[in-house]
């Protein structure tokens, strides 16, 4: 296989599609998504490009655009994506994002990066990439599992049983980190079922220092909670945590 495609996301790829499905995973649907739609302003005029797409779950669900590109290192995910979008003005190629692009054109009135700049490795190339295909002006959302409260393996949640209030704890945060994830803890023999796949942590800091670094002003910051409620003796507990330590990260910038 070619090194190119030759991922960890690459290996869990037919998992990780009938995981999220048809239209996204429980957070794709009631926060990310109407979330990103309402921050993203776009019509029928506007041209998308979608950086680490996927299976292409933000095509499926965008009101119809002039042209949208999604591009994902993933062949198998990018065969899922041509699969169920068959509209001519959408297109999907298989490139890693983080290297640099010869085809990119600045042709584009918007850009996205899903859920997706946490899994690279170079960051920084993704976020040029995106102001190669940016129009001077255009508009970037990038939306991030947030890096304050949630680093796998140096973050989790604990309970104050004197207060009765439940806290999130974090190890570490401003050194930047390569962290393995078990995309499937209930099988055995992890190491051998090609099942692992890696996150890579960085501070806010980094987050706006390759952004200004690739010529982009930040024009807005959003962190979004769950709208998930709990029930029972600890409901109250739960929900309080649940808004106060938002899951989700975005970035809002535009192409100088």
Known sequence: MN????????????????????????YHQHVIIPGLLKLLEINEKSSLVDLGCGQGILSRVIPVLSNYLGID?????????????????????????????????????????????????????????AANYLMPGGKLVIVLNHPAFRIPRQSGWGINEKTKQQYRWVN????????????????????????????????????????????????GLEEWSSDKESEGKAARMENRARQEFPLFLTLIASKI
Request: no cysteine.
């Open 73 to 129: 290192r993933s062949k198998s995910l990018i065969e899922s994506a041509k699969k169920v979008n068959q509209n001519p003005n959408y297109s999907f190629i298989v490139k890693d994002v983080t290297r640099s692009i010869d085809s990119a054109k600045p042709m584009f009135t918007h850009a996205v990066i899903v859920l997706a700049l946490q899994n690279m490795e170079n960051p920084e190339g993704a976020i040029k990439n």
């Open 172 to 219: 570490r945060y401003s050194t930047p980190l390569k962290i393995p994830i078990d995309m499937n803890p209930g099988q055995k023999n992890q190491k051998s079922s090609g099942q692992t796949t890696w996150s890579f942590h960085r501070s806010l800091q980094d987050y706006v220092s390759m952004l200004v670094k690739a010529g982009f002003v930040i024009t």
């Open 3 to 26: 090194q190119q495609n030759n991922t960890s996301w690459q290996n869990v790829s037919s998992w990780y599609d009938k995981l999220v499905g048809s239209e996204g995973h429980y």
